[in-house]
């Protein structure tokens, strides 16, 4: 497509369910990103793809937290045993290339635990 | 999480005046990005920096990668209704082999007509 896109847009779950949240970045990027952003806040970093190499998953708040990614194709976000707390936007970017290259960002998928 | 301290944190401005924000960081950072985000919206980018002391123009839109490479400045020329918004920095630094881009706290801006 020609922008990244992600689903589903509004997400309402009950405390304790599991969601996965996905992303299809903008086709030939290697790289990709989620963030998380709560009401009124700043842009959380929460992991990055980049081609095959390890993921760097230094922001995951906790080990309800996991996200795949195959190849260097869609992504999906899964958050375990939701919390209240998991409640935020949850935005997905891709990049041409790694090493610091521009960000482009999905609409976000907006997540609310009951 | 980790976030870069941008300022100010909101700012009310007449139109027509020209705005300026700016983005502190402890770290050393090789790329600079500003972003808009509108309301429900994703963040849009605004102007890239790649090196220390470049001064990049997109319209009214200026941006620097400041000399020390610890921060960045945005500036509006004759601001416009549509440029309320929240507008963010993002700063990348090779750390360990990744390059995960650390936002800032965001400026908050309204336009007075």
């Known amino acids: 497509g020609a922008g990244v896109s992600q689903s589903p847009s509004n997400k309402v779950t009950e405390k304790g369910k599991d969601v996965e949240l996905r992303c299809d970045p903008i086709s030939g990027h290697t790289a990709l990103y989620w963030y998380r952003q709560r009401l009124g806040q700043g842009l959380e970093f929460l992991i990055y793809?980049?081609?095959?190499?390890?993921?760097?998953k230094s922001g995951l708040p906790s080990d309800r937290f996991s996200a795949e990614r195959t190849g260097e194709s869609v992504s999906t976000l899964t958050i375990q045993r939701t919390q209240q707390e998991d409640s935020a936007v949850y935005l997905c970017?891709?990049?041409?290339?790694?090493?610091?290259?521009?960000?482009?960002f999905g609409e976000g998928s907006r997540l609310t635990v009951l | 999480g980790q976030q870069l301290n941008q300022s100010p944190q909101s700012m009310f401005i007449q139109e027509g005046e020209d705005v300026s924000m700016n983005c502190t960081s402890s770290s050393i950072f090789n790329t600079w990005l500003w972003y808009k985000q509108d309301p429900g919206e994703g963040p849009v980018l605004l102007i890239a920096?790649?090196?220390?002391?470049e001064l990049t123009s997109n319209g009214r839109l200026t941006a620097q990668f400041g000399i020390t490479r610890k921060d960045s400045f945005l500036n509006i020329s004759a601001s416009i209704p549509s440029d309320v918004g929240i507008y963010f920095c993002a700063g990348s630094a090779t750390t360990s082999g990744t390059y995960k881009y650390i936002f800032g706290t965001g400026t908050r801006l309204k336009v007075l007509a």
């Open positions: 970017a891709s990049s041409l290339v790694g090493g610091g290259g521009e960000l482009f």
């Open positions: 793809f980049q081609g095959n190499s390890a993921p760097d």
């Open positions: 920096l790649y090196k220390a002391g």
